[in-house]
């Protein structure tokens, strides 16, 4: 919690156009994960890693 709320801010004020798609996509992964569609800890590990990488705090990422 003490990481990844503060990346999910510096996320939707850096994230470019390309970062915010990403999210989505991991997002979708993870809710087609939680209908038994997918396996969801791929999922899970690419949304999270997503919000992270659209921080761009060299420190969390």
């Known amino acids: 919690m003490i ?9 939707a004020k850096r994230a470019t156009p390309d970062d915010r798609a990403a999210v989505r996509r991991a ?5 087609d994960a939680v209908a038994g569609q997918a396996e969801y ?4 590990l690419a949304f999270h890693g997503a919000i992270l990488g ?7 990422f």
Request: with cysteine.
């Open 41 to 44: 800890v791929p999922a899970d």
């Open 3 to 11: 990481i990844e709320s503060n990346a999910a801010k510096l996320a």
């Open 27 to 31: 997002f979708e992964a993870m809710e």
């Open 54 to 60: 659209a921080c761009y705090n060299q420190f969390v």
